[in-house]
């Protein structure tokens, strides 16, 4: 009944999973693993991710025992998805480009895929695109990290953050865009930021709801706590930008914060 679920992000914009699938499970056990220190993942190999999430994800299996693990960060998931799965003995739920709802959601067949740049150029996007938005154009961006260090906010942002104001100029090339896939967890925590850097409206589009609805599938029957329990959050660096997210981290009831 105790045994929690495992959030594992590069960073903080996980939170925005955790966020949606809480209302579902409210009284899930949690623990939320961000691996600050090999952050950004976007700026690093696909060789090294496949490398690192895999082997980060064992250590934290062995120690906390989950019932199943969430991979909130597209670019794990689409680089490492299938290493973890085939290296773990628990169920993994992977986060990865929201293009199918978009397919059926744009009016116009003009979709925006929003990401890292590793994120975007993946295979398994393309294998995503083929099969759920064949009759569609879809137009990927890569946002580059926006300068200017470090920055912790109630909303939970960590760490060089992309910048969607880049994204600006490559989608305002087609007026017909009017659906954009939020491909990385971090940026609908960004929702006034895209929306003003949009060059005309759009909707908005991520994978939070589908994973909130697939954990519940997977996680159907089992025993839950009465009431919530403290959470905690892990770090790979456990440092002062790490312990500067506690309010951000309370919020979402991970109450203690630990390093791995």
């Known amino acids: 009944m105790h045994q929690p679920l495992l959030f594992f992000d590069s960073g903080v914009g996980g939170l925005s999973i955790l966020d949606v699938v809480r209302k579902r499970l409210p009284t899930a056990p949690i623990v939320y693993c961000a691996d600050n220190a090999g952050y950004p993942y976007g700026a690093r190999t696909e060789a090294e991710l496949t490398a690192r999430v895999p082997a980060l994800l064992g250590r934290l299996t062995e120690r906390h025992n989950p019932r199943l693990i969430v991979i909130a960060c597209n670019t794990a998931s689409v680089i490492a998805l299938a290493d973890v799965r085939a290296a773990l003995d628990v169920p993994v739920v992977g986060t990865v480009p929201a293009i199918k709802p978009a397919a059926s959601l744009t009016r116009t ?37 926006r300068r200017g260090g470090r920055g912790q906010t109630a909303r939970g942002d960590a760490g060089p953050r992309r910048d969607p104001r880049s994204a600006h100029a490559a989608f305002a090339q087609d007026a017909a865009l009017d659906t954009v896939v939020l491909a990385c967890t971090h940026f609908p925590l960004l929702a006034d930021e895209l929306t003003a850097a949009a060059p005309h409206p759009v909707a908005w589009v991520d994978s939070a709801d589908g994973i909130a609805r697939r954990v519940a599938h997977l996680t159907q029957g089992q025993g839950w706590p009465d009431t919530p329990s403290a959470g905690t959050a892990v770090f790979t660096r456990l440092d002062e930008s790490a312990q500067a997210l506690g309010p951000a981290l309370a919020e979402r009831g991970l109450m203690q914060i630990k390093g791995l």
């Open 109 to 145: 067949g003009v979709i925006g895929v929003l990401g890292t740049a590793v994120t975007v150029r993946q295979p398994y996007v393309d294998r995503l695109a083929a099969e759920f938005a064949a009759d569609k154009r879809v137009l990927r961006h890569g946002a580059r990290a």
